[in-house]
């Protein structure tokens, strides 16, 4: 596959019940190895159907997979010069699947920090004019994803749905549609760094509080306490990453 391919080249019999789920199946095993830095940018993949055979899929499920890899910016493919691994700079490293990609294995700490850059930028504002601009559905839906994070606690899979639900809704909230096209990959990066601070250990601490100060401030209409508080969850859940790390 490359000089640096993993050593596991298995994709699992449980991924192989349609073409669909296979493809994804590829992308995933081959999207983390490019991201995770197994495969590193620049290299060019081995031919399709070395690939294919080395990977027991079918020369179009690889093909589909690249596909796949490419719309995302990991990979190109020119004829004769076969598929290279596209500088990192080029990724679009907020699409959902490749932010999973970067979580299925250790994180590059400096990624992390990005991540956290960017919520720190677009959050705190997002909670501003979450604050000037909410109505009532918008408040309803952020308070039926808070009951569900105190119900269910971020420790479950249900709890980081609910936190997600919880920032697409203060994204809704802003009726700003250039910021709300932002919301699959903010809930994505919401998601991931939860997760991932709970590999090792329990969460340091409950965050639910945190999210409820945004929700009260957004409730109150008041937007420099609306992000203030944003702006403190998203320093405390940086510190409890670092933690984590």
């Known amino acids: 596959m490359s000089t640096d391919e993993p050593d596991d080249k298995s994709i699992p ?34 031919g399709e159907i070395a690939n294919a055979e080395a990977l027991d899929v079918s020369r179009s499920a690889y093909r589909e997979a690249v596909q796949v890899l490419t719309a995302k910016g990991l990979v190109e493919s020119r004829p004769k010069a076969g598929t290279r691994v596209l500088p990192r700079s080029r990724w679009n490293i907020l699409d959902p699947q490749v932010l999973a990609w970067a979580f299925s294995a250790e994180p590059d700490v400096s990624f992390v920090r990005d991540l956290f850059e960017l919520r ?51 994204l809704g909230a802003t009726h700003n549609s250039a910021m709300m096209a932002l919301s699959a990959s903010i809930s994505a990066a919401v998601s991931w760094t939860t997760e991932f601070k709970q590999r090792s250990r329990a969460l340091p601490r409950d965050p639910v509080p945190d999210h409820a100060k945004v929700f009260d401030a957004i409730a109150a209409g008041d937007p420099d306490a609306a992000s203030a508080a944003m702006r403190a969850l998203v320093d405390l859940a940086l510190d409890d990453t670092r933690s984590a790390m």
């Open 13 to 46: 019999r449980s991924a192989r019940g349609s073409g669909r789920r296979l493809r994804g199946a590829v992308a995933h095993y081959l999207g983390s190895a490019i991201v995770s830095g197994q495969i590193a940018p620049g290299e060019t993949l081995t």
């Open 120 to 170: 720190a930028i677009v959050e705190p504002a997002a909670a501003r004019l979450a604050a000037e601009r909410r109505d009532k559905d918008d408040l309803k839906a952020m308070k039926d994803a808070l009951a569900k994070m105190r119900r269910h606690t971020l420790a479950t899979e249900a709890g980081r749905a609910a936190d997600r639900a919880f920032h697409d809704a203060l």
